[in-house]
């Protein structure tokens, strides 16, 4: 049985483009040239999706995406917008459109948006456990993974470091119509500055000094897929004007290349930092940070999960345990009631890296409190200690400075001339505030 779709749009030549190209794809559809009339065809037939001019005889297209969703939240909707309104194809997505179109349509967007949509997987709301807990507030962001899933909406994932931003986009690229396409994480923060448009966009063979081929960049890699851009934050200006760019036309243009190639992307973006205060500061674009917040999802820190502290011990103990195929390693209560009374800044993974160090110090496959070591930072200390702690904060923050200069505020070069991970500077960045 043919799939149905409806199309709302009151010029008879959009309507007849979309559905000649629809009856090409195998699927049938119904036209409506007002609200009126297509809520009249919404009664009558079931649909499977939905594609809708945004300004109608008699309504807005926004308002509409916002009744469908509260009508007919299984019908994917895609809008129709006319180029140069992008604030209202946003808007749309805010409400929960599927994904927007421009004018003049272009075909191959089209079919791209209709195959899509129509490959949303019918079980959403039914999201296998890959996040461990049972707290409110992980129910609560499941929820939400399963509704954002399904669109093709920027989403902006926020939260503090450890807390499992990566694992949640690639939730959310499994679960949406996108999963049989590629998964591409990018650490922003990693790639040096000159290096950064490559990879990103790519080159043509002899464009710059050391270009022997033609490289392919991790946008064409990405494409049918989804790109996460992690530490997105650490993107310099003039990369941020190419990414709005990318991401508004859809298009790319290799190093030195005299051609663009249209990608088809979705993009899911993170970083520690406040995204929003950077924008304050003048270090991130307001209108990029416009484009890729169209929904932003936080993360709950681990200290607000309750239980779910000992259900991630366990779940990282059972792991560990196969790993190293080593007969189960066991808690005992002391240790748990230790673990819950720590406030975990570091989250997941500072959770896992406590956990490895007990595996290795515990006699018998058998954990007790003493072998929960916790950070010095959670024991108190004497004033003597916290004057000399923050002497070494001093000498330690001068000595990252003085990296940071020489490398122009390089971080990946200044964290080699430091003799340390990228990572570590990373984290001693965020904990003496040098951002």
């Not at 270009?211 to 992690?230: I, N, R």
């Amino acid at each position: 049985m043919r799939q149905l779709a409806l199309i709302i749009d009151d010029e008879p030549d959009i309507r007849e483009l979309l559905e000649i190209t629809l009856k090409r794809m195998e699927i049938n559809s119904y036209c409506a040239e007002d609200l009126a009339m297509a809520r009249t065809l919404l009664s009558q037939h079931k649909f499977d999706l939905c594609l809708t001019d945004m300004k109608l005889p008699d309504g807005d297209g926004v308002d509409f995406v916002n009744e469908m969703q509260t009508n007919f939240p299984q019908i994917p909707i895609a809008v129709i917008t006319a180029h140069g309104s992008m604030d209202s194809a946003i808007q749309a997505l805010k409400y929960g459109a599927f994904d927007f179109l421009t004018k003049p349509i272009d075909l191959k967007s089209l079919r791209t948006v209709v195959q899509s949509a129509l490959n949303i997987k019918p079980k959403n709301d039914e999201l296998k456990p890959a996040i461990v807990g049972n707290s409110k507030v992980i129910e609560e962001l499941r929820k939400t993974i399963a509704k954002v899933a399904r669109s093709q909406a920027p989403i902006y994932v926020s939260g503090e470091s450890g807390t499992g931003k990566e694992l949640v986009a690639n939730m959310i690229h499994d679960y949406g119509p996108r999963s049989d396409g590629p998964f591409i994480p990018i650490n922003c923060g990693a790639i040096p500055h000159d290096l950064m448009e490559s990879e990103f966009f790519g080159h043509k063979k002899g464009s710059f000094t050391g270009a022997t081929a033609d490289k392919e960049g991790l946008f064409q890699a990405a494409d049918g897929g989804t790109l996460f851009l992690d530490e997105i934050a650490e993107l310099p200006q003039h990369m941020q004007v190419k990414l709005l760019r990318a991401i508004q036309e859809k298009v790319i243009r290799p190093i030195g290349s005299q051609n663009e190639h249209r990608v088809d992307v979705r993009i899911l973006s993170a970083t520690n930092f406040d995204l929003s205060g950077q924008v304050n500061q003048g270090l991130f674009r307001q209108d990029l940070f416009y484009r890729i917040n169209v929904i932003e999802l936080k993360i709950p820190p681990l200290r607000d999960r309750g239980d779910d502290i000992i259900l991630l011990t366990h779940h990282i103990l059972e792991k560990m345990s196969a790993d190293s195929h080593a007969n189960n390693i066991k808690l005992n209560k002391e240790a748990e009631k230790k673990l819950q009374t720590y406030h975990f800044p570091g989250n997941v993974r500072e959770l896992e890296n406590i956990l490895e160090r007990a595996v290795t110090l515990c006699t018998d496959n058998q954990i007790d409190v003493q072998d929960i070591l916790l950070p010095e930072a959670a024991i108190k200390k004497t004033d003597n200690e916290l004057a000399l702690d923050s002497m070494l904060d001093d000498l330690e923050k001068q000595k990252i400075i003085e990296a940071l200069e020489k490398t122009r505020w390089n971080k990946t070069a200044a964290a080699k001339l430091l003799g340390i991970s990228f990572r570590a500077l990373r984290y001693r960045l965020e904990k003496l505030g040098l951002h």
